[in-house]
């Protein structure tokens, strides 16, 4: 199995800082990368697929980079409704396999 | 406008069953992959298992940690997909979300979540 390692574990940061999160794979992946924002008692949602393709009716101020077993996460301007734990997930083989999760705190 | 809902979580004791169902409409059921993912209280998410369409004969993968136990189904006339979760363990207590795939392959992504529905087992 693939195994997903997020760092870091949890950041704290303040309204419009640049908040980076990485995500590193156990063996490369191409670009077969998501990454998903879950807020408290909510389900996940997509943010980015494919490394760097922005979902639909996400704010431009995500980002996504990277490639083989390398990937950044970036909040150019971190806002309030950002505070939230976000996962990358690597889609590249079976069994599908999730980073432990970032938890973005208010600083 | 796309929905998932999951039904039929609850209360079981270890050793036990239970279905859950997840309701599906706003896209064409029939031809989208559907994945179940679960996340323990406090815990991070972990895939379950998917189901893929027709076209893909209905393929199924499953987890290590469920394979055996648990059974993905689907009834495209109802627009449902099912887990069948038998010999419950407690370590199988967690919210199980039902996921729609942007398309039918290893490489698609959840586009679309349920709400999730709890699932504990328990004594």
């Known amino acids: 199995d693939i195994q997903m390692t997020q760092s870091p574990s949890s950041v704290s940061a303040s309204v419009g800082d640049r908040v980076t999160i990485t995500c590193r794979a156990s063996?490369?992946?191409?670009?077969?990368l998501g990454w998903y924002q879950q807020k408290p008692g909510k389900a996940p949602k997509l943010l980015i697929y494919a490394a760097s393709s922005l979902q639909s009716g996400v704010p431009s101020r995500f980002s996504g980079s990277g490639s083989g077993t390398d990937f950044t996460l970036t909040i150019s301007s971190l806002q309030p409704e950002d505070f939230a734990t976000y996962y990358c997930?690597?889609?590249?083989?079976?069994?599908?396999?999730f980073g432990g999760g970032t938890k973005v705190e208010i600083k | 406008e796309v929905q998932l809902v999951e039904s039929g979580g609850g209360l079981v004791q270890p050793g036990g069953s239970l279905k859950l169902s997840c309701a599906a409409s706003g896209f064409t059921f029939s031809g989208s992959a559907m994945h179940w993912v679960r996340q323990a209280s406090g815990k991070g998410l972990e895939w379950v298992g998917r189901?893929?369409?027709?076209?893909?004969?209905?393929?199924?993968g499953y987890a290590a940690s469920v394979k055996g136990r648990f059974t993905i189904s689907r009834d495209d006339s109802k627009n449902m997909a099912y887990l069948q979760m038998n010999s419950l363990k407690t370590e199988d207590t967690a919210v199980y979300y039902c996921t729609r795939r942007t398309w039918d392959d290893s490489s698609g992504y959840s586009d679309y979540w349920g709400q999730g529905t709890l699932v504990t087992v328990s004594s």
């Open positions: 997930q690597q889609a590249n083989s079976f069994p599908l396999t």
């Open positions: 063996q490369g992946i191409s670009s077969w």
């Open positions: 189901i893929r369409s027709k076209a893909n004969s209905y393929a199924t």
